[in-house]
């Protein structure tokens, strides 16, 4: 049976790797994007907003299920799609990421984050950088750089009202700042413009904010772990940059998984033009799947059904305990399918959990001890037990339940201990 596995990771790896090649001007493309178009339309307000960068994604998990991940976010890609993620994370991670884009266009992308306890902390910077080179009209190169885009993010959330029975509400906020640069150019003369680039650069400062929250629905499986999840989340929220408005959005998520190696997800997008709402795009959504196959392989695909961009992705990640390896292969309609044509690799590294599983386990072995303890009458064994527990996790409620009733048996044995005294 390993055997078969280990074949079928190869194939799998193999395929989204090197993709099929098919001509973009092959009777079959052109149907299957005249079909999708004529289904979600063209988006008459496409490239009013500055800084695509911040509508890329960076690759990872997240951007295997096409972006539907703000109500996913259980990995550190989610400081792209849901600031709330990082209160419910189960590791620390660190990880890097490499995208290649449309027209030799890249992005590489670095990011970490935390826990301590119901705060969550993260960091990260994204680069995307593009040759540009102009010419005349006779094809003589008159100058030549790169256009480059960066982005850097602040994380922290924090996540309330949670316990044993209910996973809390996680609210979260992202302080980002963006940075364009432009080369210089020639004028209509072929000199080069000095300074001209700097004219078009721009800077600019934006926050994202993000609810998140996990419980249980129709789960069909015995795990602690919540088997679904939804998400608020508004991103890109700030000023103008030379007078574009930045690509504001609000989403509305869902991820459900129904038994333990499926998940799905599902996200309904509203971009915002906060300089004319008149302008703003068309509503789209997202839907993804993780599908885990074995304890060392994942596989995932999704599909982003927005105007003018629709787009599909396939992926799998190979879990090395402490090293995880992602990659992704995307097809959109502005691209054609042909070999390490939009190819997205990522390694993520586990920090570990800061002792948060020791911690637990430490938990459930005074709770069940005191547990025992009751059984055998020894109360004040029993209180001293689930005290301990509390300790370690005030708000692990089968410990607080336990030390309630065993106040409530104390009061029933006073009650009928002074009752049987009147008697006499």
């Known amino acids: 049976m390993k055997r078969f596995t280990y074949f079928y990771c190869i194939l799998f790896l193999a395929a989204v790797s090197g993709g099929w090649a098919i001509d973009s001007d092959s ?3 052109s149907s299957i994007t005249d079909y999708l178009e004529s289904i979600y339309g063209i988006e008459d307000n496409a490239g009013l907003t500055a800084f695509p960068i911040l509508n890329i994604p960076i690759g990872g998990r997240s951007e295997g299920m096409a972006g539907a991940y703000s109500a996913v976010a259980d990995d550190v890609s989610f400081i792209e799609w849901n600031p709330a993620g990082s209160s419910m994370l189960n590791i620390s991670e660190l990880a890097f990421f490499h995208n290649n884009w449309i027209a030799d266009t890249k992005i590489e992308a670095l990011a970490y984050s935390t826990r301590f306890n119901q705060l969550g902390l993260g ?101 602690r772990e919540r088997n679904a999840s939804a998400a608020l989340v508004l991103r890109n929220l700030g000023a103008p940059a030379l007078g574009d408005p930045l690509p504001t959005v609000a989403v509305l998520a869902v991820s459900y998984s129904p038994i333990r190696p499926v998940l799905m997800s599902f996200d309904f997008s509203l971009p915002i033009n906060m300089l004319n709402l008149d302008l703003s795009g068309k509503p789209y959504w997202a839907a993804g799947l993780s599908i885990t196959a074995t304890t060392f392989l994942s596989m995932r695909a999704g599909l982003l059904m927005k105007a003018g961009n629709i787009r599909a992705v396939i992926g799998s990640a190979i879990d090395l ?93 006073d009650r009928i201990e002074r009752m049987g005294r009147l008697e006499y």
Do not use: C
Not at 150 to 165: E, H, P, W
Not at 324 to 343: A, F, S
Not at 347 to 374: C, H, I, P, T
């Open 27 to 29: 009777d079959f493309y």
């Open 123 to 223: 960091v990260s910077g994204k680069w995307l950088y593009t040759p540009f080179t102009q010419y005349s009209y006779f094809g003589e190169r008159l100058s030549k750089g790169y256009y480059s885009e960066a982005v850097a993010v602040l994380n922290a959330s924090y996540n309330m009202l949670s316990g044993y029975y209910f996973g809390g509400v996680s609210v979260g906020v992202n302080l980002k700042g963006a940075f364009r640069s432009m080369p210089d150019y020639a004028d209509e003369t072929g000199l080069v413009k000095s300074g001209s680039g700097s004219e078009q650069s721009a800077v600019a400062v934006m926050v994202d904010i993000g609810a998140l929250t996990r419980f249980n629905l129709f789960k069909f499986y015995n795990s």
């Open 321 to 413: 305990q402490y090293v995880n390896l992602d990659v992704n292969y995307t097809l959109d309609l502005l691209t054609q399918l042909q070999p390490l044509n939009r190819v997205a690799l990522g390694v993520r590294f586990n920090l570990g959990d800061n002792n948060r599983k020791s911690k637990s386990e430490q938990v459930d072995e005074y709770y069940l001890a005191g547990l025992e303890a009751y059984s055998q009458s020894n109360d004040d064994e029993a209180r001293a037990l689930f005290s301990k527990a509390l300790e370690i996790n005030p708000r692990f409620e089968p410990a607080k339940e336990a030390l309630k009733a065993l106040d409530e048996y104390e009061k029933l044995s």
